[in-house]
């Protein structure tokens, strides 16, 4: 990422599914599957979705490609790369607590993960490959969980290029949206994460109990 000019590959990338008409969308959502696996941020990608595709297609190209993207992932850390990932999660606390967590509470804990901000995408998907949980339970728990941050920050792409030409009262009506979308987001992975957190105390206070 600090060596290549990814930035600059990426808008280049742009402007070619720009005119490639419907075979764009399947592109696009491969390219946002591989920059996944290589633990590339998407942000660019998601917000550039909505200018180029449009707030439901473009949530729906980068849904599918993101969940496409974790699944290459949580394959690879359960096979090839297995023991890279352990090493890499040897120690960590947070992993640790997560796994147990797992083995407690399986799809709910999967799905608030999916919602919360407390574990980044990339990285995460990796790490679920370590875990229990199957892959079944870890498509669909992806597919329905990052749906509201996605449809979020789609949102504000598609109203940053629609900006350019809108009417100051349309403007306001966009902004207004994208506030309200993303305010949305934040809040429901704010519940997610604060749900996350209680869970180990109710295993606490089990054990205090027996």
Not at 10 to 27: E, H, K, S
Not at 52 to 68: K, Q
Not at 156 to 185: K, M, P, Q
Request: charged content about 15%.
């Amino acid at each position: 990422m600090r060596v290549l000019p990814v930035a600059q590959w990426l808008t280049q990338f742009q402007a070619y599914v720009r005119d490639a008409g419907a075979i764009g969308y399947v592109v696009y959502a491969l390219v946002y599957a591989v920059c996944v696996v290589f633990l590339v941020p998407g942000a660019i990608l998601t917000l550039a979705a909505g200018a180029i595709f449009g707030l439901v297609p473009g949530t729906l190209v980068v849904i599918f490609g993101a969940t496409l993207g974790a699944v290459f992932a949580f394959l690879l850390a359960r096979t090839i790369l297995r023991k890279r990932v352990e090493k890499f999660t040897e120690g960590n606390p947070k992993f640790r607590a997560l796994d147990e967590a797992i083995a407690r509470e399986g799809t709910k804990i999967v799905f608030l993960v999916r919602l919360s901000v407390l574990f980044p995408f990339t990285w995460i998907n990796y790490m679920f490959g370590l875990t229990g949980v199957r892959l079944g339970t870890y498509v669909w728990t992806t597919l329905i969980g990052i749906a509201p941050a996605t449809f979020a920050f789609v949102y504000i792409g598609s109203i940053a290029h629609e900006a350019a030409t809108a009417s100051r009262a349309r403007l306001i009506v966009y902004i207004v949206g994208g506030i309200a979308a993303l305010a949305v987001s934040i809040l429901v992975g704010r519940i997610a994460t604060k749900s996350l957190a209680v869970i180990p105390r109710r295993e606490d206070d089990a054990e205090s109990a027996g």
